[in-house]
Nanobody, 127 residues
Framework: QLQLVESGGGVMQPGESLRLSCAASGRTFYTYAMAWFRQPPGKEREFVAAISWRGTNTYYSDSVKGRFTISRDSAKDTVYLEMNSLKPYDTAVYYC????????????????????WGKGTLVTVST
């Protein structure tokens, strides 16, 4: 069983930056594709970004492309989401998720594709 724990959420002002972390434990982290999802208040969970197990390939939703960066440090079993130019509509609970994936290619992922989830961290962007 792979355990995922997110951290780094908080209350931010529009235009500011924030980095989320997701620490993995319990299984070999190396061959998992990792992703971030988010669930805005009153809305369904949506895909944000994904990174391949080697960290060489990434994929972003259109709403965050150019502002957010996903990365991973396999030595630390941790994946990050660097969020820049935050906007009020980025307000959401952000979830880290993982799926076993031997391919070093990632694309858009659906929630149903991901067998492992963290409990989420809240990011609020407000004036």
């Amino acid at each position: 069983q792979l355990q995922l724990v997110e951290s780094g959420g908080g209350v931010m002002q529009p235009g500011e930056s924030l980095r989320l972390s997701c620490a993995a434990s319990g299984r070999t982290f190396y061959t998992y594709a990792m992703a971030w999802f988010r669930q805005p208040p009153g809305k369904e969970r949506e895909f944000v970004a994904a990174i391949s197990w080697r960290g060489t390939n990434t994929y972003y939703s259109d709403s965050v492309k150019g502002r957010f960066t996903i990365s991973r440090d396999s030595a630390k079993d941790t994946v990050y989401l660097e969020m820049n130019s935050l906007k009020p509509y980025d307000t959401a609970v952000y979830y880290c998720a993982a799926k076993p994936l031997s391919s070093d290619y990632v694309t858009h992922l659906d929630s149903g594709d991901m067998p492992y989830w963290g409990k989420g961290t809240l990011v609020t962007v407000s004036t």
